[in-house]
């Protein structure tokens, strides 16, 4: 069947949250359709949905209604029609889509790092003591709770921009955020470290640009196949299968990382408890085929060393 491409007379309709970071994402989609189809920018246009994650920001996002604040209105709006496809962090994704969508297309990831942000300090080892760090993920909460006890650890939401202007009127020492996001916006002047995920698990598939679509509609699933990166696909499988099994959201602290070694999928999951007193971890390796079974096994094991209660 003949493709039916857009023109800028009849523009595919890309839709995204409003701020600089998804902005940089939704660009990005734009330029690799067009590159791929060899159309102009024009054929392709962004509409900007306003979120109620993005309106409220003096809240932790479990207090308000966890993940599906960043999505929720993007996806009626592609229900309705009103666009094509939208463009979605995919470390914001709840693990199951609403009747009638499918997330299946992912560009090439990012760095999946967290960049540690500081005017004073490299490391979060070199912060003295009774330091304030901010930091709305629950997940880094735990984790910096975990390595510094002693360490005062404040609520810090909004966008990139946003968070810096907080360590500039002295909210907090430091704070952390996605290198992902940095290098997309090439905010190379803000004061970083990337840190290891050897010493700090990420998120579940920090880094990754997902691209959801409607279920019938073969047009666009013809035109994201030919951006889909298969590598992010198999890594975000398992990934989100582990957090799909362990029931994660912004309410639970979970990270976890699939890599992918020649023919094998390795698996790190990771899961605390909010004050950072119990932290259970656990490493496997496999047939990349088999990433989302490792992630249902990974999550059953981890839940069974947790016993119940581990995250109330």
Do not use: W
Not at 30 to 59: H, N, S, Y
Not at 134 to 139: P, Q, T
Not at 177 to 189: E, Q
Request: aromatic share 4%; proline share 5%.
């Amino acid at each position: 069947m003949m493709l039916n491409l857009p023109t800028p007379a009849a523009a595919f309709k890309i839709g995204t949250r409003g701020s600089p970071l998804a902005m940089a994402q939704a660009n990005e989609t734009r330029a690799r359709l067009a590159q791929a189809f060899d159309l102009p920018f024009e054929a392709f246009t962004i509409v900007i949905i306003k979120v109620t994650g993005d309106q409220i920001i003096d809240r932790p996002l479990k207090e308000i209604g966890g993940k599906g604040l960043f999505t929720r209105e993007i996806e009626e709006a592609l229900l309705s029609g009103e666009i094509d496809i939208a463009v979605h962090s995919m470390k914001d994704m709840p693990t199951l889509q609403p009747d009638g969508l499918l997330l299946d297309t992912y560009l090439p990831r990012e760095d999946v790092r967290d960049a540690f942000v500081s005017r004073n300090a490299t490391a979060l080892a070199d912060l003295p003591q009774g330091a304030t760090v901010g930091s709305s993920s629950l997940r880094r909460r735990a984790q910096v709770k975990a390595r510094r006890p002693d360490l005062n650890v404040v609520e810090f939401r909004g966008n990139v921009q946003t968070r810096l202007k907080k360590l500039d009127d002295g909210v907090a020492t430091a704070t952390f955020l996605a290198m992902a996001g940095l290098n997309r916006l090439k905010m190379d002047g803000v004061p970083h470290h990337g840190i290891s995920a050897d010493d700090m698990l990420p998120a579940i598939a920090q880094g990754a640009i997902g691209i959801e679509r409607r279920t019938g509609d073969n047009r666009a699933a013809q035109m994201l196949e030919a951006i889909h990166d298969a590598e992010t696909g198999h890594r975000l499988a398992a990934e989100r299968s582990l957090l799909l099994a362990l029931d994660g959201s912004c309410e639970t602290p979970i990270a976890g990382l699939a890599e992918l070694k020649g023919g094998n999928l390795r698996l790190r999951g990771e899961i605390l408890r909010e004050d950072g007193t119990r932290v259970l971890s656990d490493d496997m390796t496999g047939p990349v085929a088999d990433g989302a079974q490792m992630g249902r096994e990974m999550a059953a094991k981890l839940l069974e060393r947790a016993g119940p209660g581990f995250f109330d």
